[in-house]
């Protein structure tokens, strides 16, 4: 870390508190300017001024819980954060940490003669994460760069492609007939590529409005865009009980179009029925999709969700192993995750939690 001193906001209204912490960090030797506030109206003052290097926040304050300091940075954005309380208390910690705390202690003589530790430790953490951060977000625009700039040419590939097949199919062979067609489906399959790309990147970047959602309308709407595909795959789709849910329109399709989609195309033979149905858990819902096809091996039910990965029951079918990515990324914008499950008497449930 160097000698660079530390600047620390310190959120303590007891007096004595803050003066055992102050005396802790500095028997630590490192270069600190501790600022410290009593309620959480002071901190937002100073922090409407200027960014902490640190935050160490008691979780009773005279005006509010702590961790009302950490409302508007959820995901750990601005500042790296402790909470701190007088007591152990499980439920308090993880809502500590859910809310975007680094840690959350305990008020103690052992954690005083720790604390020059605990704070270089949460600063190292600090800056991985947004270090990790910073190389997620240039591969985000890089993949957007690449996606939107191949898509031009790719387009002139395709066409040029079918319309000489068009106009040549007097005077060329079967072979190369056969070649121009190989390039046209080729492009075809680059530019879904691209598509699926382009929406992965994009995630979290439109501003669609947060609205509630009717989640049986959206689900019926996917379904009829997808009645060519669910017709010639001879399968029905069965829709349950749904929670309306407070996410954009355009995200809730794109978690069921992708679902559905691959529970025609790779989890369904004729005759099955895809369910889709969901419940609200608290202040999160969770919405599945089941199928009662081959299922998914233990062993690739998390790769399966890495973008590019794809399962080996799904090796012959035509797709990008873009979709479950794009599912995934989607319930972690909204604090929740995506996973896949064994469907009872066989196939695969996937699951998608999210907190709307």
Known sequence: MGRETIHILLVEDSETHAALIREALEAGHIPVKLT??????????????????LAIIDLMLPDGSGTDLLQGQEGMTSYP?????????????????KAGALDYLVKSSATLAEMPRIVERVLREWRHITERKLVEKE???????VSHDLRTPLSAIIGYADLLYDQCQNSLDEQALNCLAKISSSGEMMAMLMDDLLGL????????????????????????????????????VEIGDLPVVQVSKNLLFQVFDNLIGNAIRYGC??????????????????LYVRDHGLGIPIDERDCI????CRGTTGED?????????????????????????????????????MKV
């Not at 410290?36 to 290097?53: F, G, I, M, N, W």
């Not at 591969?139 to 760069?145: G, P, R, S």
């Not at 060519?228 to 001879?234: G, V």
């Open 269 to 286: 033979k004729p005759g099955d029925v895809i369910e889709v149905g969901g419940e609200r858990r608290g202040d999160k819902v969770c």
């Open 201 to 236: 990147s994009t995630i979290g970047k439109t501003q669609d409005p947060i609205e509630a959602q009717d989640t049986s309308k959206v689900v019926n709407e996917v379904v009829y865009s997808l009645s060519d595909q669910i017709f010639r795959a001879e399968v029905g």
């Open 317 to 353: 079918k035509q797709g990008t192993g873009i979709g479950l990515a794009t599912v995934k990324k989607i319930a972690r914008r909204f604090s929740g995750d995506a996973w896949v499950e064994e469907t009872p008497g066989g196939g695969a449930t996937f699951c998608v939690e």
């Open 36 to 53: 410290v506030v009593q309620s959480l109206a002071e901190a937002q003052v100073y922090l409407d001024k200027a960014t902490p290097h």
């Open 305 to 308: 969700f890495e973008a590019f």
């Open 139 to 145: 591969l985000e625009a890089f993949v957007y760069t």
């Open 81 to 97: 954060a402790v909470v701190m309380s007088g007591q152990g208390d499980e439920a308090a910690a993880v809502a500590a940490m």
